[in-house]
């Protein structure tokens, strides 16, 4: 461990938006660790979704916020779901080095009738399909994508999932989201969103004791094989399963404290915070780009009143241009 690497209250809290980088010498364990206010709440709001398809678009979110501030280069990680449940399609990009977009897409009538069944969970939100990770460095590059079976597993689950078979690292995930009613500095009732959530990884010097019980191998495999797992793992996991809710998503109790109360004894250090923004990457000079890929037809299609509308599906933000610009490429 490096001697820059300050120990808790060394600087001042992090607090919301803020990834906090740890690393837990006693247990051979690296991660991060963030909570959501402001931020998310300005992605949520903007498209006033049902309290439901919220909630998972909050754990996608964080989830994202977690993984993408881990990349160590110019780029972007696209976390997406493409499913048949009645949120069809969730999306969330981080782009280097702090900007967080996302957006859901969902059918009205078959939310409406999960939500009469009781069926409100993420994962019964999103039914059956998959997740895919997917990072993009740009141009001149290839992208990199990994893909996960969306299988009923909670995104916890699913991430995990994610990194057992694509980096093969222990990993273990926890997602908080909650909703919270209060009055502003007026009196005025407001309403309010709150997320949270940790990636602790097994990183030990020698990569043999990273060893993880073998998949499953489909019909005719009992599960019966030898295994051990190695006991700092364990340890390690089970301090993070005792995470509930509102620890990751008080603000009284904070990141830093909830790091003091899992790791303390043994040895937790964290990095300097780094703060995301709500940040979309569209722009008029790329919507334009777009339109001058479409086809006489499609451009004569799109005109009304002599506008072209194009409005972006992550900020909502709307792009006029004049019929005539547009015709004259």
């Not at 001697?3 to 991660?31: Q, S």
């Not at 969330?92 to 009781?118: C, H, I, K, N, Q």
């Not at 991430?159 to 909703?179: C, D, H, M, N, W």
């Not at 009196?187 to 990183?203: D, E, I, N, S, T």
Request: glycine share 10%.
């Amino acid at each position: 461990m490096t001697e820059t690497a300050p120990g808790l209250g060394e600087f001042d809290f992090a607090g919301d938006d803020h990834v906090v980088p740890f690393y837990v010498e006693g247990l051979d364990v690296r991660g991060r660790a963030v909570q959501l206010g402001p931020m998310l709440d300005a992605i949520l709001e903007r498209h006033n979704y049902p309290l439901p398809v919220a909630r998972l678009v909050a754990e996608t979110v964080v989830l994202t916020v977690l993984l993408g501030t881990s990349l160590k280069f110019e780029g972007k990680l696209i976390v997406q779901t493409q499913s048949d449940g009645p949120v069809d399609l969730v999306v969330a990009d981080f782009s280097t080095p702090d900007r967080v977009r996302a957006y859901a897409r969902y059918d009205e009538e078959a939310l409406a009738a999960a939500e009469r069944g009781g069926r409100t969970q993420p994962h019964e939100l999103l039914g059956s399909g998959i997740l895919a990770f997917t990072i993009d460095q740009g141009a001149h590059t290839q992208r990199y994508q990994g893909i996960v079976a969306l299988d009923g597993a909670t995104l916890e689950e699913i991430a995990g999932a994610y990194f057992r078979q694509s980096e093969q690292i222990p990993t273990k995930v926890r997602l908080g989201v909650a909703e919270l009613l209060d009055r502003d500095a007026h009196g005025k009732p407001r309403h309010r969103w709150r997320a949270g959530g940790m990636v602790a990884q097994f990183l030990p010097e020698s990569p043999e004791r990273m060893r993880q019980p073998d998949l499953h191998g489909g019909d005719g495999d009992d599960g019966n094989g030898q295994f051990e797992e190695d006991d700092l793992w364990t340890e390690a996991k089970v301090m993070v399963e005792t995470i509930d809710t509102d620890e990751l998503t008080d603000p009284t109790v904070g990141t830093e404290r909830l790091l003091y109360r899992l790791f303390h004894e043994r040895g937790v250090r964290v990095y300097q915070p780094q703060v995301v923004y709500d940040r979309c990457s569209c722009s008029r000079d790329k919507i334009r780009n777009v339109l001058d890929g479409l086809s006489r037809e499609d451009i004569e299609n799109s005109i009304e009143d002599g506008l072209i509308k194009v409005t972006c599906e992550f900020c909502s933000t709307t792009y006029r241009f004049e019929a005539s610009e547009v015709r004259s490429q």
